[in-house]
């Protein structure tokens, strides 16, 4: 907006498609070194631009936001973000850590008495149930 001299209340899909590229590349008046919001050498971006996840982070965030302004007749019309898609990003699966895995035989085993201990519990559950509804004298616990 500030580049391109457009309200806020005006922009288009193309507008939004290239403030997404201008994230992949900020322009250099727009990036420094790390400094203190407070400095005036503070720049919002670093010289290699945002990461792709904080790209499309970026992209979501605004799309919200100008679907609030939509929502309250701030923007009238249509909200120009909901056209653009975000940027690809990787996902990278992580490593399972085998070290702390069990044997497929003691999962195996595992599973057999999580069944069993489960259909245990429902008995016991259900027991003075079954007894009241059979008519079968209740047994009587142990003083």
């Known amino acids: ?9 005006s922009p288009s899909v193309e507008d939004c498609e290239a403030y997404k590229d201008f994230l992949k590349a900020p322009l250099p008046s727009f990036t420094g070194p790390k400094r203190p919001r407070t400095s005036g050498r503070w720049r919002p971006f670093v010289p290699e631009g945002l990461s792709a996840d904080s790209q499309a982070y970026a992209v979501r965030v605004l799309r919200a936001a100008f679907a609030w302004l939509v929502e309250v007749r701030y923007l009238a019309g249509n909200n120009p973000w909901s056209a653009v898609h975000e940027p690809a ?14 044997p497929a035989k003691l999962w195996r085993r595992c599973g057999r008495h999580s069944t069993n201990a489960a259909k245990g519990l429902m008995l016991a559950r259900w027991a003075p ?12 616990p142990f003083c």
């Open 129 to 140: 149930i079954r007894t009241r509804v059979s008519g079968a004298p209740r047994a009587r």
């Open 1 to 9: 907006m500030v580049v391109r001299h457009k309200a806020l209340s």
């Open 89 to 102: 990003t990787v996902t990278r699966e992580l490593a399972v850590q085998v070290q702390r895995a069990l």
